[in-house]
């Protein structure tokens, strides 16, 4: 079955932002053997905090949009998950709706944010100067993109189709073992 | 609208979100704007952006993704069976035999894991159709591991620790360090009790069946030894200062990378499913302490935190009181929510209190670790217990049950290290003698 291209654009945004995320973890772990290293040979790495603290948010921000999708957001599921379908379903569309606002606001504010750095020249404080906008794009794109996320999801689900984030329950106890590893 | 008033207000707001289903990160965001929007002419926004900013761009936060990493690194290796064969032939002279690499297994993949899912998962993927299979009971079994697999929390690295350390503002080498400590005593609380369980129980354990000389024995635990640097590199890392809490974790990766290339489990694929493992976990963490920064922003402005500081000041509770009755909102609590939200939904209110009952931030944090391996082991979202409930097939009512002596293990463990404080304190403050 083809799917059809906006869906295929958008998941491939999510994997895309996911993927950026990933890589700059590697980026980190990098940066901080250099330094570690480089320390013990007499060789310092210009700024490796910096950059590393710059990763870091970029890790944590481009990556949201992805998690967001596959379910690992965590959220409480005792009242929700005992909910019947009809119930449920009304419940899924006003926390998916009321997700779409706090998101939409958090991408309207750190846009705004980075357009002022932009706007106003400013540059980062400490030892490597780049306009502050460039690394505060990592929050931003992360946001605006788990923006589209949520709305794209809330537009499936109003459509009849099951959240993505709610998935099927793991069928081997591999799969399980997986899953639940990855909470903490 | 006055203090106490808003304070509830916002309780109940939350309350709803959260139980009906909002994620989270979410649910403490419109919060955070719930408590701001009483304040006038304060640009909402504004603060909501550079907080998450100011939160997510910290150097000392790069250790979080690290940290975690190694964990998901270890846990796609055979560590569990190496762990398992390495450890049987050693134990077999105590009450209880196997029983016990439940306990020391779990404290060693602890020590290389911040998490207790993970560990919990690794041990028992070998351990539980181990010791069933050799006849232990059941039982006891499911509720060490139960109980062992919170060691990835207290024995560092933990992810838990960081979150409290960026929460508090407190080191989060010192509070590694704090760990080491209590972490052995509640592995030697755990062995006791399987011990003495054993003794009054001595036909429920099967006779020993590994028969090795001391040669073999030595063999056989060779496999332990990458395992066993990694976590004396990690250890001496952070006791000696030799490098920063990120750093540590950058070697604590690298180390891992290489114990899974040596056991030949390292493939392009688990690499990057490791990575990508890591960002979800990593993400999900972070949009809750971004919003939990926010809203902390939110309750410094309205001044809630000092105003219940100065409430429960006013009961005149002595500090052990103070201490039991957070042990018990905590495991309420941990009925409905995970250990990292509850750490950053409660530092803000609770910590001007710990401050001005003269508790120290570092030994709260070692607190607040041991009552979050509470909740880990409670119904109704305890996570080990799901693990295990997955694992051996088992009902949830049953392997509650099971766990039950080790969760009143944990309170016995609270006790102790309110009474002697040292315990917590003695490492961090040996190791920074300021």
Known sequence: ?184 | MDNIELALLLLIALTVLLMGGLWIGLSLLATGILSMLVIPDLPIGKVLATKFWDSGASWTLAALPLFIWMGEILFRTRMSEEIFRGLSPWLGWLPGRLMHVNVIGCGIFGSVSGSSAATCATIAKIALPELKKRGYDEDVSLGSLAGAGTLGILIPPSITMVVYAVAADVSIIQLFLAGFLPGFLVMALYSGYIVVWSLLHPEKTPPMDIHMTFREKLRESKNLIPITLLILLVCASLIFGWATATECAAWGVVGSLAIAGWSGMLTWDSFWASVIGTVRVNAMIMLILGSASFLSAGMAYTGIPRGLAEWVAGFHLSPYALIAALTAMYILLGTALDGISMIVLTTVVVLPMIKSAGFDLVWFGIFMVIVIEMAEVSPPVGFNLFVLQTMSGRDSMDVARAALPFFFLLVVAVAIITVWPDIVMIVPKWAYPD
């Not at chain 1, 606002?101 to 750190?110: K, N």
């Not at chain 1, 705004?112 to 490597?128: K, L, T, Y």
């Not at chain 1, 502050?132 to 788990?146: K, M, N, R």
């Open chain 1, 1 to 184: 079955m083809r799917r059809n291209p906006i869906r295929r654009m958008l998941d491939g945004l999510y994997w895309t932002t996911g993927v950026l995320a990933g890589l700059s973890l590697v980026g980190i772990c990098i940066l901080m053997m250099l330094l570690s290293i480089g320390r013990e040979v007499g060789f310092n790495v210009k700024g490796a905090d910096e950059i590393s603290a710059w990763l870091c948010a970029a890790t944590a921000y481009l990556g949201i949009a992805y998690t967001f999708k596959t379910g690992d957001l965590v959220r409480v599921g005792l009242l929700i998950d005992r909910l019947s379908p009809g119930v449920r379903y009304a419940t899924e569309i006003v926390v998916l709706a009321a997700a779409a606002c706090l998101t939409g606001y958090l991408a309207y504010y750190t846009l705004d944010m980075v357009w002022d750095s932009f706007r106003f020249h400013e540059r980062a404080q400490g030892i490597i100067s780049i306009p502050i906008w460039i690394p505060q794009l990592g929050l931003c794109v992360g946001a605006v993109v788990l923006f589209i996320s949520v709305v794209d999801e809330l537009v499936r689900v109003i459509g009849g189709a099951k959240p993505c984030y709610e998935r099927e329950p793991p069928k081997t106890v591999e799969e399980t073992i997986e899953r639940l590893s990855e909470t903490v």
